[in-house]
């Protein structure tokens, strides 16, 4: 009888240790799949928002690139109408024609300098977001090992 009742209390104590590292490990693996959510929404959080500001960015760009093009194109069509004009007038205004001229291609090359000097400032700003992107995979890499490392730690303690 003894022998039995020591025997029920060694399975009583192995059910209970069983039990118990069973509940840490699904307590553990529940924290785990936890963090990993919520680093998932974050990561995901910040790279809408990153997308949307580089969006915006690309929209706001555009933007102005299309209304120098229009100036562009409306200053070109001026330039044709004054030359067009200009043909119809006698030899005399020819002298003023040619000034006129010479003052809208300035104004011209000004322009597409400007529409130059607009676009290069878009590809920095869209290779300043690429080596942004670069710099969040990395950190995202980073708090990854971070939380991998923390994880492990946090086992080991538990553990003791």
Known sequence: MLKYK???????????????RRLKDF???RIRMEEAARYRDRMEQFRTEMET????KVKELKAREESTMDRIRNKE???E???Y??????????EIMRYRENDIKKTVEM?????????????KSIHDYEIKIA??????????????????QFKTEYQR
């Open 85 to 94: 004009t200009h043909r119809q007038k006698v030899l005399k205004d020819e």
């Open 81 to 83: 109408k004054v030359g």
């Open 27 to 29: 307590e553990v693996s």
């Open 111 to 123: 322009e597409l300098l400007l529409v130059k000097n607009e676009k290069d400032r878009m590809g």
């Open 53 to 56: 500001m580089h969006l915006e």
């Open 135 to 152: 710099d969040l995979e990395k950190f995202k890499l980073r708090l990854e090992k971070q939380h991998i490392q923390e994880m492990e």
């Open 77 to 79: 069509r001026e330039v």
């Open 6 to 20: 020591v025997d029920l209390e060694n399975r009583y104590k192995i059910d209970l240790e069983n039990e118990i």
